[in-house]
């Protein structure tokens, strides 16, 4: 995660973004830190990486990068705005003992990469690549899943699709059905046939830009017809209220990068 210290909107690359409305700095950082007291209620490990001063999205860590099996792909940004942000992400992957492989191709990390079982589900359409999408591919040795996201205010696949559950073999997701083309809903039908279908009033309060840990999904607190669906498929929901963040177009998993470290073997762990 990274504070919000120097959070405002001063650009606008998304259409949630509208540089000429007041944001408040310190409202952005209580409800920031209000996201990370329940991560640690929950037990989470939070590492933090140090906001860059003149970088206001870069409280936005889910665009720092991947990390899969211990090996940190970088980002790449879209946006000239955004672009600085790759390398104090990829420096602090390196002091943190990843593997940090540079990206040659456009990509905006985990905003548009979510693991899913063994496969990678990756968003493209607004700001990711495809030719990415190809390089994760070879990287990881591991499936990728490419979805064609279509709406301009969900533009990165964490706004309309969130991963319930990411066991292999108990895959489970909700997602936004109208944020994608035709073929990538195919695929997510043929894939999900028992996801959670998201409704618009709930996506558009970025209720799918959520975090789960198998069990508990932190949501947006607004979110409440999804919190119920989520309650009936034997999840529990937590909201949280990150409204002065989605002035810029993010919410509670935008906030959040997944470190996921290659699994220990047996004969390391001797
Ligand atoms: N203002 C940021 C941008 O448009 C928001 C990024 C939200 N992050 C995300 N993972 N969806 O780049």
């Known amino acids: 995660m990274c504070r919000p210290e120097h959070f405002t909107v001063s650009y606008s690359i998304n259409p949630w973004m509208h540089p000429e409305d007041p944001t408040d700095t310190n409202r952005a950082l209580s409800q920031w830190h209000e996201l990370r007291r329940v991560f640690e209620r929950l037990q989470f490990t939070v590492r933090l990486v140090e906001p860059g001063r003149g970088l206001p999205d870069m409280v936005f860590a889910a665009n720092g990068g991947l990390v899969v099996d211990g090996t940190a792909y970088t980002a790449r940004f879209t946006f000239p705005e955004r672009a600085p942000e790759a390398d104090l992400y990829a420096d602090w992957f390196r002091a943190a003992g990843y593997d940090v492989v540079a990206a040659e191709e456009t990509n905006e990390g985990e905003g548009d990469v979510l693991l899913a079982g063994d496969a990678l589900l990756a968003g493209t359409g607004f700001r990711t690549d495809t030719a ?8 990881y040795g591991r499936e990728v899943v490419s979805l064609r996201l279509v709406r301009p205010d969900f533009y990165h696949l964490d706004t309309a699709l969130a991963v319930l ?55 947006a607190a607004r979110a409440t017809a999804f919190q119920h669906q989520l309650r009936e498929a034997g999840y529990e929901p937590i ?11 993010g919410g509670a998993k935008c906030c959040t990068l997944v470190l996921r470290d290659r699994p220990t073997t047996a004969e390391e762990a001797r």
């Open 165 to 219: 559950d990411a066991r292999p073999g108990h895959e489970h997701i909700a997602y936004l059905p109208s944020a994608f083309d035709d073929a990538s809903r195919a695929e997510l039908e043929r894939r999900f046939p028992d996801a959670i279908l998201v409704d618009e009033h709930d996506a558009k309060v970025f209720g799918l830009n959520a975090v789960s840990d198998g069990l508990h999904v932190i949501t």
């Open 132 to 139: 990415s999408h190809a390089e994760m591919a070879a990287l």
């Open 239 to 249: 909201g949280v209220d990150l409204t002065e963040l989605l002035l810029a177009g």
